[in-house]
C-alpha cells in the first residue's frame, strides 16, 4: 500500500505545464480596441497577399483604397464590434455585386479575416 502511494506521488513530479504562447497574429496584438488610423496604416503597409488564391497580392492601390474604405466608414476605434459591421456590410455587398466584382470582394473579406480576425 505505501508503495502504490509512493508511486502516485511520483507521478506528478518532473512534468512542466506547457506556456500558453497564444500570439495574435492580427493588427490587434492582444489588444481589444485600437486607433481606426493605425489598423488602416497597417492594412496599407501589408503585403497584400490574398489567403487561399495561391500567392496573389493586392496592388498598393487596391490596399489604400481598402484601408480608406473602412477608416472612412467606421468611426475612430476599431473593436469587435466594427470588425462585426465590417463583415456584415461586405457580406451584404458581395451579395449584390456580379462577376469580377463578386470574386473582388471575397478576396478583400479573406485578406480582412487575416488582419483583423473573424
Do not use: C, H
Request: glycine letters at 12%.
Amino acid at each position: 500500500m505505501a508503495l502504490k502511494d509512493a508511486k502516485q506521488g511520483l507521478s506528478g513530479q518532473g512534468k512542466v505545464a506547457p506556456k500558453s504562447t497564444s500570439t495574435d497574429k492580427t493588427i490587434f496584438g492582444g489588444k481589444k480596441e485600437i486607433p481606426m488610423r493605425d489598423a488602416a496604416w497597417k492594412i496599407k503597409k501589408d503585403p497584400g497577399t490574398i489567403p487561399g488564391t495561391g500567392g496573389q497580392m493586392f496592388s498598393r492601390q487596391e490596399m489604400s483604397r481598402l484601408a480608406d474604405k473602412i477608416s472612412k466608414k467606421y468611426g475612430s476605434q476599431l473593436g469587435q464590434n466594427e470588425r462585426s459591421k465590417i463583415f456584415r456590410d461586405f457580406r451584404a455587398e458581395k451579395g449584390r455585386a456580379k462577376g469580377a466584382d463578386k470574386l473582388n470582394i471575397e478576396r478583400q473579406i479573406r485578406f480582412l479575416e487575416k488582419k483583423i480576425g473573424k
